[in-house]
């Protein structure tokens, strides 16, 4: 998963990513549910790794609501886009 950060495109690291996560993300994007995914799933991103180790209960608006690491303080499990976070967002009965 990509994100922009002062006008940089990085990504978020599947470090403990879960399925509130991804709800939340899902939610953020008009979406009613989501699942998670780890590895890379969709392909590598590009840029630096720059989120990691988010904590959602799954009520939150956005996914920056949800604690985290803080921004580029990401564990060293995540140093390569081979743990990039993925997500499937959906309609309910998909």
């Given at each position: 998963?990509?994100?922009?950060?002062?006008?940089?495109v990085?990504?978020?690291?599947?470090?403990?990513w879960t399925?509130?996560d991804?709800?939340?993300?899902?939610?953020?994007?008009?979406?009613?549910?989501g699942?998670?995914?780890?590895?890379?799933?969709?392909?590598?991103?590009?840029?630096?790794?720059?989120?990691?180790?988010?904590?959602?209960?799954?009520?939150?608006?956005?996914?920056?609501?949800?604690?985290?690491?803080?921004?580029?303080?990401?564990?060293?499990?995540?140093?390569?886009?081979?743990?990039?976070?993925?997500?499937?967002?959906?309609?309910?009965?998909?």
């Amino acid at each position: 998963m990509e994100v922009i950060k002062d006008g940089q495109v990085g990504t978020v690291c599947d470090y403990d990513w879960t399925k509130n996560d991804a709800r939340v993300l899902c939610r953020q994007l008009n979406f009613p549910d989501g699942r998670p995914y780890k590895r890379s799933f969709y392909g590598a991103g590009k840029g630096a790794v720059v989120l990691s180790g988010f904590f959602c209960d799954g009520k939150e608006e956005r996914l920056l609501d949800c604690s985290s690491r803080g921004w580029y303080n990401v564990q060293d499990y995540c140093t390569s886009h081979q743990n990039d976070a993925s997500v499937y967002c959906y309609r309910k009965g998909e």
